[in-house]
């Protein structure tokens, strides 16, 4: 009977935060909920859609908006609707480069992945 082995793959998460480590900056979370708030045009129902609370996206909204040099979201109070929330142009520059970091690295990872699974079967160690 043969038992062929599958082949391993490296896995890895990628975030900005500050150089001393103390606050994140930017990450998964933080882009899908500004995708959001572009999509539904409210920061609560950008939250709703995660199943986060509005309090907690605030949050992430804040941090984001107090590190960056010009904010990434605002707000909008009145109108028809009542109000809402805008990403920003840089906000939307945020994610297209936050995007493609996130590609550079899922490449990086495919490589090492074949790289790793090459070396440890002509080693014959797993």
Known sequence: MSHEKK?????GAVWIEKA??????LG???IQL???IIEHGSISQAAKAMNMSYKRAWELINSMN???VKPFVI???GGKRGGGAVVTEEG??????YKALQQRF???LAQETEAFNQKTQSLGII
């Not at 082949?7 to 896995?11: G, S």
């Not at 001393?20 to 900056?25: E, I, K, L, V």
């Not at 939307?92 to 480069?97: D, V």
């Open 20 to 25: 001393d480590g103390t606050d994140r900056f």
């Open 92 to 97: 939307i520059k945020a994610i297209s480069e």
């Open 66 to 68: 107090t590190q960056s």
């Open 7 to 11: 082949p391993y793959q490296v896995v």
């Open 28 to 30: 998964k979370g933080r």
């Open 75 to 77: 707000t909008q109070v």
């Open 34 to 36: 500004m995708e959001l």
């Open 106 to 108: 899922k490449d990086f």
